[in-house]
């Protein structure tokens, strides 16, 4: 899926560096909710405990949400609302890790949630396999220490290129 060889123009455009904190992890996520919008999809590729869920939070922060952001595990979903000044459009939080078959996918609904009316964030993707959609910004997310984690943002599709460069200008620019 998202290891898959990209064209070299795209993969020009990841973006790599390090998060030290927990709160780092929330204002990285804060920054990127401020530009998402409604049809986005974005994958949280990482390993247990790496920080997924706590990038979300700030997703939901960046988009006004005055929802409590949660694990998802038991439920696969969750639904918040994004703030007034967005719209208040979904904010679609999944979990696949306890999805057994990719087939389960299509039972649930879930792929009704990326064409959508709302954002959608996903963490253990890898469960979905090939019924992701192409254009999608990855995100992948490693353990470097107790509090230290490596972030990648890899845009697939000239949407999340433009979002990560944007990203880009306004963190480091
Ligand atoms: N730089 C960091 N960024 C994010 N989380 C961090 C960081 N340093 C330490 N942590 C800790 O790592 C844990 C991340 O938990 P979180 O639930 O967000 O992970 P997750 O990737 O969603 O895990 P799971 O796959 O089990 O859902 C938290 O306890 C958090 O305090
Ligand atoms: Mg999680």
């Not at 990209?6 to 709160?23: K, Y």
């Not at 920054?31 to 997703?59: M, N, Y």
Request: charged share 25%; hydrophobic share 40%.
């Amino acid at each position: 899926m998202s290891e898959r060889k990209l064209p070299a123009t795209q993969a020009a455009h990841e973006l790599d560096f390090i998060s030290h904190s927990p709160a780092q992890t929330e204002r990285i996520g804060q920054r990127l909710g401020e530009q998402f919008q409604a049809g986005d999809l974005i994958l949280l590729i990482g390993d247990f405990g790496v920080g997924k869920t706590h990038l979300v939070k700030g997703v939901a922060r960046g988009l006004e949400s005055q929802d409590l952001v949660t694990s998802p595990s038991f439920v696969i979903v969750n639904e918040y609302r994004a703030g007034r000044s967005r719209r208040a459009m979904p904010i679609y939080h999944a979990d696949l890790y306890r999805i057994a078959e990719t087939g389960e996918i299509t039972t649930i609904g879930l792929d009704e949630l990326w064409d959508g009316d709302g954002v959608c964030l996903i963490e253990w993707p890898e469960r979905a396999g090939a019924l992701l959609p192409s254009e999608h910004l990855a995100i992948h997310m490693q353990h470097l220490s107790e509090t230290k984690r490596r972030l990648r943002l890899a845009p697939h599709g000239s949407r999340y290129v433009a979002l990560v460069d944007r990203f880009k200008d306004m963190t480091f620019g």
